[in-house]
């Protein structure tokens, strides 16, 4: 038996049983004392809600469970409304969770959050083949957890890191041409849309621009499945949804990164500032995926993949820190740029990269915490580091019409 198998074998045995006691060293030290994960609460009670009595998630009877899951109470006018507002479909991630109470479920959720994280920092670094020394590599998974992003989503049991983890997945399986895989992982990642909205559609031109047909319609037929089961099973879904995402800037004041600019730290700014931000930002990037329409691979599509997952979270409407583990590819590209340029020398630089990022944003956050919530000035080192950096690495190319 080679190295290889034997290193599935063992890690097929032994993450089980990592998993199962990481889930209950976290419920008895943790969420059985100290419940939260208020993020997903939404969803697990709509899931169990629909699962168990046929009950719309998006109903206001389930609506009032979560709020007093989670405020012990009904919501007040400006509190968060605790509304189900994900597409239906996302009720199949949580029904594992539904046979299980709060706490358990809780425990359940932050471990594979874990996960997540650690496995999505592994297919970033085969993603862009960048292979760092064991200690740097070892440092580097240890800060994806514990740096303030990662953290926000596994207190908070936020679906965006599950959501991150199907994105980078299915951008691996492009490039290592597992189009069925990529185009399945993509699409499942859709149950947070406002974490696909530009990558969804742009990978999808570029495969059929590309003949890659296989990654094509496994996009377009998951999509399909996923879209017919929730109407079939709530028809209406779609329409209450919207209703409920319209609603939700009612008591909510903090936009996306661009809108924080233009209205908090410039109030002064006319809209139209805003909108012409984001405008210019929109129309670079189709302008990059244009230079890179029938390329399969190399630093340049690489690059404009990473620049896809800033510019998301830079436009839309409303984002969340912990939306941002999906960025965290693009710090890794730039990792692995600096590492071909400076060799090892690149090693010392990225981990004060990382030191920096890591106690820099969590003093931010400590500094500007107001009650429970978080600062808005927490919403912005990250993507506009990101972004400056992704123009300092920007690859070479000669100008293409």
């Known amino acids: 038996m080679d190295k290889q198998r034997l290193i599935i074998i063992a890690l097929a045995i032994l993450l089980p049983i990592a998993f199962v006691a990481d889930v209950i060293f976290t419920h008895n030290a943790f969420t059985v004392r100290f419940p939260g994960g208020n993020d997903s609460v939404p969803r697990y009670v709509g899931a169990q809600a629909w699962f168990f009595e046929r009950l719309s998630p998006y109903s206001d009877e389930v609506t009032d469970r979560a709020q007093k899951i989670i405020y012990g109470r009904l919501a007040k006018p400006e509190e968060d409304k605790q509304r189900f507002a994900y597409p239906f479909y996302v009720i199949f991630f949580y029904l594992p969770l539904t046979f299980f109470t709060w706490d358990w479920a809780q425990a359940i959720g932050i471990v594979v959050l874990e996960f997540a994280l650690v496995a999505m920092t592994i297919f970033s670094l085969r993603l862009y083949r960048w292979s760092p020394p064991p200690l740097v590599l070892a440092f580097t998974v240890l800060w994806t957890i514990m740096f303030y992003h990662g953290t926000r989503t596994i207190i908070l049991v936020q679906f965006a890191g599950v959501a991150a983890l199907l994105i980078v997945l299915g951008l691996w399986a492009i490039k290592e041409k597992r189009d069925v895989l990529g185009g399945v992982a993509l699409a499942l990642a859709s149950a947070k849309p406002q974490m696909l909205f530009l990558i969804l559609p742009l990978i999808g031109l570029w495969s059929l621009l590309n003949k890659r047909w296989r ?187």
Do not use: C
């Not at 809108?259 to 929109?282: A, C, H, K, Y």
């Not at 189709?286 to 390329?295: D, I, L, M, N, S």
């Not at 979270?313 to 710090?331: D, E, G, K, Q, W």
């Open 215 to 401: 990654l094509a319609a496994a996009l377009t037929i998951t999509m399909l499945i996923l879209l017919s089961i929730s109407f079939a099973l709530l028809p209406s879904w779609l329409f209450v949804m919207q209703t409920q995402l319209a609603d939700y800037t009612n008591y909510t004041h903090i936009g996306s990164p661009i809108n924080i600019v233009t209205t908090i730290v410039f109030p002064s700014l006319d809209p139209i500032v805003e909108w012409g931000m984001i405008g210019i930002l929109l129309g670079w990037l189709v302008w990059e995926w244009w230079q890179v329409k029938f390329e399969n691979e190399g630093l340049r599509l690489d690059w404009t993949i990473a620049l896809t997952l800033i510019v998301t979270n830079m436009i839309v409407t409303r984002t969340a820190t912990t939306n941002y583990v999906m960025m965290l590819p693009a710090l890794f590209y730039m990792f692995k740029v600096a590492a071909d340029r400076f060799g090892a020398k690149a090693n010392v630089w990225i981990v004060m990269t990382e030191l920096i990022l890591f106690i820099g944003i969590w003093m931010l956050f400590a500094f500007t915490l107001k009650g429970r919530d978080e600062g808005w000035q927490v919403y912005l080192p990250l993507p506009l580091i990101l972004l400056a950096g992704m123009i300092a690495f920007r690859p070479k190319q000669e100008f293409r019409l």
